[in-house]
């Protein structure tokens, strides 16, 4: 029979050939290194037989769906060592998690963490017997007989509750059988690195109505260096917590008068407006306008817009005499309302029309955290309002821009092409145009990209950017969302150059996301330790004694005065203790004040990390600094 390889190649193999023995037919070692398979683009497992021009994709490690599951195999061998220690324990689901893996349970006796280590063990000893993991198929009333033999009612309500005419599977690994979909490893005896890090309570398909299960949490990695690798990302994760940091820096703070409402002090101020102020000056060079738009529209806005159909779940409502309004989640429909005050030109296109928008989104409050997921942020939105033909030239300078900005703060990323989801609206044709036009502007910069198949916005597909932070660590940041649907659900036009009307297109585009949340990334990408233009105090001046205290005051006046944010520590304290504390606080350069200094109009100069690097003078300090801040160097 003939199949079709990755590589667009037909290959020859015997009729009832499985994914393995193709592998093998292809080299020893991707037979050797094969976790699964993909045919005709739908994951399953080694033993899986082709047919008949069918397309086949081998997987292995080094790719996302093969570590995908290896995990998941990882929690069915969790599974059977819960099993075997623990008999009357009941099983419920063990799905896949970034960089993990969980199981529910419900235990007759509770465990504790300390049980983990036995756990562990066993799961050991069912890896080193390699025991061959197999899938077998069984009709419905079958199913629910074999999990009803072994007493487990929760996978019995999962079969239940599957729509009739599905495929109930199963694995099987020595004498453990469990209710999955897979695919799995084709032994157990592939998991080379795991380990089990923590237990939490949960209820039974999310509905605190329901039992509260335990929920063991796993991890697992293709090699032990990169298990090893991911507890050091944690650890070193754990002292640049934003939370913790921005409370010592003395930031922002969350308090319970407003779950998820952050709120901003004087230091994190300064430190917002300064990424707001380099937002303005990046958005006018590039000829970007701003406007402001309300906080509160009326909900016929939101039904024009889509947003109150697919969106309302997470929209803040009242009504204002006796309307129905919405608090913006976001600030595209606003936008919209602006680019309609006038008549609009083929002249006037493109218009890049900026807005740095407070928006509003209910999140459930087990999911609010830090200022990584918040109720309320700052959108540094734009809407680029453009004729067909300008497409590809302005999502290219948009991918420019986010470049710019990320390789400022020193951020390598990557980028992914977001398509159609399952719940959008619009035609096949303008869909399909709208993917292509993204398709060809990343092409035409030459930027690798992955596609994220059905992620797209649901009135658009979009690139999204993906930030890697200086511990390894990514987050989605900046994206770009093409859309033909607003611009006719709000019949928005301009008049061409035949002087007939014609329909904008529209692209959605931010750089920093939510500010509040680049905030946060920003705290933990720098551990607090900003570069000098970022940080809300750029120089502290510190008098060893009293008798400097007139020359440091005059010091701080001539920093004030060329701009430079600089405090005065004049406490009767040793310098010692002055330079330790101004360490602790991050803060860029210190400038030790004693008997020469002030004498020769000189400063002795410690920088945050490097400690002493010897006495200058005042002026030639001053100019270096303010050097610095205007080329924003990273420090």
Same mark, same amino acid.
Not at 265 to 277: C, D, F, R, S, T
Not at 283 to 293: A, C, F, K, L
Not at 317 to 336: F, H, L, Q, R, S
């Given at each position: 029979?003939?199949?079709?390889?990755?590589?667009?190649?037909?290959?020859?193999?015997?009729?009832?050939?499985?994914?393995?023995?193709?592998?093998?037919?292809?080299?020893?070692?991707?037979?050797?290194?094969?976790?699964?398979?993909?045919?005709?683009?739908?994951?399953?497992?080694?033993?899986?037989?082709?047919?008949?021009?069918?397309?086949? =994709?081998?997987?292995?490690?080094?790719?996302?769906?093969?570590?995908?599951?290896?995990?998941?195999?990882?929690?069915?061998?969790?599974?059977?060592?819960?099993?075997?220690?623990?008999?009357?324990?009941?099983?419920?689901?063990?799905?896949?998690?970034?960089?993990?893996?969980?199981?529910?349970?419900?235990?007759?006796?509770? #465990?504790?963490? =300390?049980?983990?280590?036995?756990?562990?063990?066993?799961?050991?000893?069912?890896?080193?017997?390699?025991?061959?993991?197999?899938?077998?198929?069984?009709?419905?009333?079958?199913?629910?007989?074999?999990?009803?033999?072994?007493?487990?009612?929760?996978? !019995?309500?999962? #079969?239940?509750?599957?729509?009739?005419?599905?495929?109930?599977?199963?694995?099987?690994?020595?004498?453990?059988?469990?209710?999955?979909?897979?695919?799995?490893?084709?032994?157990?005896?592939?998991?080379?690195?795991?380990?089990?890090?923590?237990?939490?309570?949960?209820?039974?398909?999310?509905?605190?109505?329901?039992?509260?299960?335990?929920?063991?949490?796993?991890?697992?990695?293709?090699?032990?260096?990169?298990?090893?690798?991911?507890?050091?990302?944690?650890?070193?994760?754990?002292?640049?917590?934003?939370?913790?940091?921005?409370?010592?820096?003395?930031?922002?703070?969350?308090?319970?008068?407003?779950?998820?409402?952050?709120?901003?002090?004087?230091?994190?101020?300064?430190?917002?407006?300064?990424?707001?102020?380099?937002?303005?000056?990046?958005?006018?060079?590039?000829?970007?306008?701003? !406007?402001?738009?309300?906080?509160?529209?009326?909900?016929?806005?939101?039904?024009?817009?889509?947003?109150?159909?697919?969106?309302?779940?997470?929209?803040?409502?009242?009504?204002?005499?006796?309307?129905?309004?919405?608090?913006?989640?976001?600030?595209?429909?606003?936008?919209?309302?602006?680019?309609?005050?006038?008549?609009?030109?083929?002249?006037?296109?493109?218009?890049?029309?900026?807005?740095?928008?407070?928006?509003?989104?209910?999140?459930?409050?087990?999911?609010?955290?830090?200022?990584?997921?918040?109720?309320?942020?700052?959108?540094?939105?734009?809407?680029?309002?453009?004729?067909?033909?300008?497409?590809?030239?302005?999502?290219?300078?948009?991918?420019?821009?986010?470049?710019?900005?990320?390789?400022?703060?020193?951020?390598?990323?990557?980028?992914?092409?977001?398509?159609?989801?399952?719940?959008?609206?619009?035609?096949?044709?303008?869909? =399909?145009?709208?993917?292509?036009?993204?398709?060809?502007?990343?092409?035409?910069?030459?930027?690798?990209?992955?596609?994220?198949?059905?992620?797209?916005?649901?009135?658009?597909?979009?690139?999204?950017?993906?930030?890697?932070?200086?511990?390894?660590?990514?987050?989605?940041?900046?994206?770009?969302?093409?859309?033909?649907?607003?611009?006719?659900?709000?019949?928005?036009?301009? !008049?061409?150059?035949?002087?007939?009307?014609?329909?904008?297109?529209?692209?959605?585009?931010?750089?920093?996301?939510?500010?509040?949340?680049?905030?946060? #990334?920003?705290?933990?990408?720098?551990?607090?330790?900003?570069?000098?233009?970022?940080?809300?105090?750029?120089?502290?001046?510190?008098?060893?004694?009293?008798?400097?205290?007139?020359?440091?005051?005059?010091?701080?006046?001539?920093?004030?005065?060329?701009?430079?944010?600089?405090?005065?520590?004049?406490?009767?304290?040793? #310098?010692?203790?002055?330079?330790?504390?101004?360490?602790?606080?991050? !803060?860029?350069?210190?400038?030790?004040?004693?008997?020469?200094?002030?004498?020769?109009?000189?400063?002795?100069?410690?920088?945050?990390?490097?400690?002493?690097?010897?006495?200058?003078?005042?002026?030639?300090?001053?100019?270096?600094?303010?050097?610095?801040?205007?080329?924003?160097?990273?420090?």
């Amino acid at each position: 029979m003939n199949i079709i390889l990755k590589n667009g190649e037909s290959m020859q193999l015997e009729d009832g050939a499985t994914c393995m023995q193709a592998a093998s037919a292809i080299s020893e070692g991707l037979a050797r290194n094969a976790v699964c398979a993909k045919v005709n683009g739908e994951a399953v497992d080694l033993s899986h037989v082709l047919k008949e021009g069918d397309s086949l =994709e081998i997987v292995t490690l080094k790719d996302k769906e093969g570590l995908h599951v290896y995990r998941h195999t990882c929690a069915h061998v969790l599974a059977q060592a819960l099993k075997t220690i623990y008999p009357t324990c009941k099983l419920a689901i063990g799905p896949v998690i970034e960089n993990g893996f969980y199981y529910d349970i419900d235990f007759v006796t509770p #465990i504790t963490k =300390e049980d983990l280590a036995k756990i562990e063990a066993e799961m050991k000893k069912i890896i080193k017997s390699n025991l061959p993991v197999e899938r077998f198929v069984l009709p419905r009333e079958e199913a629910l007989k074999l999990m009803e033999g072994y007493d487990e009612k929760y996978k !019995v309500e999962l #079969i239940e509750d599957l729509p009739e005419g599905e495929t109930i599977s199963f694995y099987k690994q020595g004498n453990f059988t469990d209710l999955c979909r897979g695919p799995h490893l084709p032994s157990t005896g592939k998991i080379k690195a795991f380990k089990l890090i923590n237990i939490a309570g949960a209820y039974w398909r999310g509905d605190e109505h329901n039992k509260m299960l335990t929920r063991i949490y796993g991890t697992a990695f293709a090699k032990k260096d990169e298990m090893e690798a991911y507890f050091h990302m944690l650890e070193e994760a754990k002292k640049r917590d934003h939370t913790k940091l921005g409370k010592e820096l003395k930031l922002f703070t969350l308090l319970n008068e407003g779950k998820g409402f952050p709120f901003f002090l004087p230091h994190g101020m300064i430190l917002k407006n300064a990424l707001v102020e380099y937002w303005r000056q990046i958005h006018d060079r590039e000829g970007y306008v701003e !406007v402001s738009t309300p906080i509160m529209l009326s909900r016929s806005l939101w039904e024009t817009s889509g947003h109150w159909d697919h969106y309302k779940e997470n929209m803040y409502t009242t009504k204002v005499d006796e309307e129905d309004y919405a608090i913006k989640p976001m600030n595209c429909p606003g936008g919209i309302l602006v680019y309609k005050t006038e008549p609009r030109s083929y002249k006037d296109l493109p218009i890049r029309m900026g807005e740095l928008g407070i928006v509003h989104r209910h999140e459930k409050s087990g999911q609010l955290h830090g200022l990584f997921r918040v109720r309320c942020f700052t959108q540094d939105d734009a809407h680029i309002f453009m004729m067909p033909s300008q497409i590809t030239s302005e999502i290219k300078n948009v991918v420019r821009l986010i470049n710019e900005v990320y390789t400022l703060f020193g951020f390598k990323y990557h980028v992914e092409l977001s398509t159609r989801p399952e719940n959008s609206m619009g035609s096949d044709e303008d869909w =399909e145009n709208a993917t292509t036009a993204l398709r060809r502007a990343l092409e035409e910069l030459h930027l690798e990209y992955t596609v994220n198949e059905g992620d797209g916005a649901f009135y658009g597909p979009k690139i999204d950017f993906h930030l890697e932070d200086s511990i390894g660590r990514t987050w989605q940041c900046g994206t770009i969302q093409l859309d033909f649907q607003l611009p006719q659900r709000f019949e928005m036009e301009y !008049v061409g150059e035949d002087g007939q009307k014609h329909r904008p297109i529209m692209v959605h585009r931010v750089v920093f996301g939510s500010i509040e949340r680049f905030i946060g #990334i920003l705290i933990e990408h720098y551990a607090g330790k900003f570069p000098v233009w970022l940080s809300p105090v750029q120089v502290k001046i510190l008098p060893i004694t009293e008798r400097q205290e007139e020359y440091a005051r005059a010091l701080y006046s001539e920093m004030k005065a060329n701009g430079i944010r600089a405090e005065l520590d004049l406490r009767n304290e040793k #310098i010692g203790y002055k330079i330790r504390e101004a360490q602790i606080e991050k !803060v860029p350069y210190m400038l030790v004040v004693g008997e020469k200094e002030a004498q020769d109009k000189l400063v002795s100069v410690r920088r945050r990390d490097k400690g002493d690097t010897g006495a200058v003078p005042a002026e030639e300090f001053i100019s270096q600094i303010k050097k610095e801040i205007a080329d924003k160097t990273a420090f």
